[in-house]
């Protein structure tokens, strides 16, 4: 029988700093957004450029809002936020 082993990644291991590490993944994510918005496009025969900043500013606008519903919800429990 095959054995399954689990793999934990801790932040506080990663080798990257927080500090550097978010302006990366932001950009890791808009590159991913344009690549799917763009595959998008393709598939239904539209603008591929039109489509693929279609999807990242529709991401951009999702991320925004959670990111302020957050900030709301911290403020109105008391919650500390890292910043």
């Known amino acids: 029988m095959m054995k399954i082993r689990r793999?934990?990644?801790?932040l506080w291991e990663f080798p990257i700093p927080i500090?550097?590490?978010?302006?990366?993944?932001?950009?890791?994510?808009?590159?991913?957004?344009l690549g799917l918005g763009a595959a998008k496009g393709a598939a239904?025969?539209?603008?591929?450029l039109a489509s693929g900043f279609e999807v990242l500013g529709l991401g951009a606008a999702a991320?925004?809002?959670g990111y302020m519903i957050g900030q709301a919800g911290a403020a109105i429990?008391?919650?500390?936020v890292l910043r």
Not at 7 to 10: A, E, M
Not at 77 to 80: I, Q, T, Y
């Open 44 to 48: 239904v025969k539209t603008s591929k």
């Open 7 to 10: 793999i934990t990644l801790y």
């Open 77 to 80: 429990f008391g919650v500390p």
């Open 63 to 65: 991320a925004a809002l």
């Open 19 to 33: 500090k550097l590490a978010m302006p990366i993944s932001f950009a890791i994510t808009a590159l991913a957004m």
